[in-house]
């Protein structure tokens, strides 16, 4: 039989081997009870019963309740006669608009008169104090287009505000900075998102479905995620539970310190289905700061508009490899101007990383800052049957405001005098400036109309070849490269630049 020595915890094996064996078992079994860091997470911690608490304890106090104030009025205030109202400016139909009231009125008998008002805000959503004087980061998704009276704050310890300062925004990462009038406030502090591997534990903080300071525990599941509800995404995957209202809050680790800011969830139901997404630390820190110092974020910008590489544009343009974006146009004065890119260059790698997609050249661009150098790896036509490879090093420049971008976009064009002549089911006519040909008018059903040229739109280019007439156009159709089975055009509508690749036959 086999002997435990209670100070040493071996195990002595006299005879029978297979006595071992069943101790053993026992013991691996009974060890999650108290697993060692070395055994679960890779920063010598033991987790513990006590492991979350003190988790809880450190990051909690510093996640704030969000609650957007809604213009729907309820009870005796709103109505005066005890029902819900929703007004006409919301849209709804009678027949809806009636339908959602008698919604809201279920809840009503539950409710004494003061709390009436809880029901006056249109959603809630969490934050995180990053700075004892009251700037919290949050997601931008909850505070985009509201004013900062509707906008209510609220602190674990029953402090509130009601209203908050939005100090900045930043739409490209789906983060925003409030502020509130408040003093020596509890604070998070960041971890750093870079260390977290995959399968390390984490904590999802936040309130969830109007639950106020609610904590989740999973793990990371997968990094570099991009879900494509921001344009410039890197984010973290979780399987800590989130649900609508933990936007914005915190993922922290076994330390406590955030590692991320609570963004998404996957779902097909609206509720949380086994996977969340958060937005690292790394980015998060980096927005906020340059938000809270300068009110804006100093994003790198090269000044190119893209068109998604498929393969039968990359045909058209001769490119054998599966990955990289295409140039449609560069903007004069811009960082790409002055490194020499040119329209249908193809930016296959930034930095060596391959560009698998414009978001990939969102993220390779947009995440870096103003100032900042990055080598392209770029393949253009220099009439050659293949393409050429080159090396572009580009200084960035400071992206600018929407609205800076919007008031560059040049003003449509009105046609000059139609001509009456039909090129795959376009009628066009030459541009007032001499510059291009408009579409006076598109046959429905015509090459042109499938891939959606419309009336209004400019043709600049045809098969690379400027097109300022009917000639031009004609010639350019004409010279068509290799027999291809398109024709690419290059047009600009309402200030944006296309690619329409309309059948040849």
Known sequence: MARLEPRSGRVRMQRHGVVYGIIVTMVMVMLPLGVRAEDATTSGQIVTRETFRNVARIASPAVVNIRIKSNILFGRAGSGSGRAVIPPMYGFDDEMREYLERLFEQ??????????????????ASGVIVRSDGYIVTSNHVVAEVAPEDIEVSLPDGRSFDRAEIVGQDDLTDLAVLKVAGENLPT?????????????????????LDFNNTVSEGIVSAKHRVIRKAPIEDLIQTTAMINP??????????????????????????????????IPSRTAKQVTDQIIERGKVARGYLGIEMERLTNSLAKQLSYTLDHGIVVKKVRPGSAAERAGLQRYDIVAKVNGRE?????????????????????????????????????????????????????????????????????????????????????????????????GVQ???????????????????????????GGAETHLFYIERDGASVFAQIPAK
């Open 107 to 124: 809840q009503m008998p539950n409710m004494s008169p003061r709390d009436e008002d809880a029901f006056r805000y249109a959603r809630s």
């Open 188 to 208: 998070a502090t960041w971890g750093d998102s870079d260390q977290l591997q995959v399968g390390d534990m984490v904590v999802a903080i936040g309130n969830p």
């Open 245 to 278: 209202g933990n936007s914005g809050g915190a993922l922290v680790n076994l330390d406590g310190q955030v590692v991320g800011i609570n963004m998404a969830i996957a779902t097909s139901t609206g509720l949380w289905s086994g996977l969340g997404f958060a």
């Open 355 to 451: 560009i698998k997609d414009i978001y990939d050249m969102h993220s390779s661009i947009g995440a870096r800052s103003a100032g900042e150098e990055v080598t392209l790896e770029v393949w253009r036509d220099e009439g050659r049957p293949e393409l050429a490879r080159k090396e572009i090093s580009v200084k960035l420049d400071e992206r600018p405001s929407q609205k800076e971008l919007q008031a560059a976009a040049p003003e449509p064009k009105a046609p000059g005098s139609p001509v009456e002549r039909g090129l795959l089911g376009l009628k066009v006519s030459p541009a007032p400036d001499g510059k291009g040909l408009v579409v006076d008018d598109v046959e429905e059903g015509s090459p042109a109309y499938k891939v």
């Open 455 to 481: 009336r209004g739109d400019l043709i600049l280019q045809a098969n690379k070849k400027d097109v300022n007439s009917v000639a031009d156009l004609q010639q350019a159709l004409r010279g068509n490269r």
